[in-house]
């Protein structure tokens, strides 16, 4: 699985800042997007599964801001979900707990900045010590961090994630699933450009929410 989760480095490095042109809101089932073998009705309707060892996740967050985008776009009471798969990297574990601190405490979007930042541009998370230190960039101490993540409530948002990628059998990250039945083709978007790439994708993800082909 891990060779798996880095398969789509390589769609990134054919990634043409030449836009191309889409339009319509009809998308083909194999193409942009597949409709899963085994759908997960308890899933919530749109999930970002990612890694912070995860290159083309960073991409995906700081040059695309695929993730903001989708965001912006959801219907009204429908939430973007972000899960970390623990799968890659020596602390793969340690930073799915991180994430579900930063979840419990209503701080994703200021650690997903950093922790990515630490880890993908610095090099400088190594140790669990290192996640400490990340988090009181936010303002968390060492010893909040420590009660928090030994709480129930982190150990059942851990328990959740692992679930959610066993359930929908997570092969590669980034990855968005939609309403526990369709998987986004990364590099079934047709758009190339990093702003056009973002809307796209989008498109993509609203088109299955309400035509729920």
């Excluded at 799968?87 to 419990?104: Q, R």
């Excluded at 701080?107 to 990340?134: C, G, S, V």
């Excluded at 409530?153 to 851990?158: E, M, R």
Aim: aromatic fraction near 12%; glycine fraction near 6%; proline fraction near 3%.
């Amino acid at each position: 699985m891990l060779s798996k989760i880095k398969s789509f480095v390589a769609f990134v490095l054919v990634v043409l800042l030449t836009p191309c042109s889409w339009a319509g809101t009809s998308f083909l089932d194999g193409v942009e997007y597949t409709s899963l073998k085994n759908p997960v009705r308890s899933s919530e309707p749109v999930i970002e599964f990612f890694s912070f060892y995860c290159g083309p996740c960073y991409l995906f967050r700081n040059t695309y801001h695929v993730d903001s985008t989708v965001a912006q776009s959801l219907p009204v009471g429908t939430k973007l979900v972000k899960y970390h798969v623990g799968l890659m990297g020596k602390l793969g574990n340690e930073l799915t707990e991180a994430w579900s601190v930063a979840m419990l405490l209503g701080i994703e979007d200021k650690m997903e900045d950093i922790l990515f930042n630490e880890l993908q541009k610095e090099r400088a998370l190594n140790t669990l010590d290192d996640i400490k230190r990340a988090f009181s960039y936010a303002g968390v101490t060492s010893l909040q961090y420590e009660n928090t993540r030994k709480s129930l409530l982190v150990k059942g948002l851990i328990a959740k994630q692992n679930e959610a990628v066993k359930a929908l059998d997570v092969q590669a990250t980034p990855a968005f699933y939609v309403l526990g039945k369709y998987k986004i083709e990364n590099a079934g978007i047709t758009d190339k450009s990093v702003e056009g790439y973002a809307k796209e994708y989008t498109a993509v993800i609203d088109y299955l929410l309400s035509a729920k082909p």
